[in-house]
């Protein structure tokens, strides 16, 4: 799913990553096409999104990346009537994408 980020009205701050959700929340599909509805009991669990904006004090992560954060600690916003989750970089348990490097050992913030 695109964003057209230039569209959102706003500008992030600091360390702020500003993210979209993949998918719909709730129920899911297992690898084997098993419906999961959301009342399944689960251990914690991560979410990925996809980052539509960052502040200008974000190092590891770029607009298009796809983000490992914890759907927990969160918070939300609704801008034009799409809804978005604000992060803190640190937040972030891991990034997914093409530039990443295989043999690096990351960034410890």
Known sequence: ???DTSALPIRMLHDRVLVQLEGKEGERRSSAGIVIPATASMGRRLSWATAVGIGPNVRSIIIGDRVLFDPDDRSE???HGKEYV????RDVHAVAASRVESDGTGLYL
């Open 1 to 3: 799913m695109s964003t």
């Open 77 to 79: 916003v609704e801008l």
């Open 86 to 89: 604000l992060l803190r970089e």
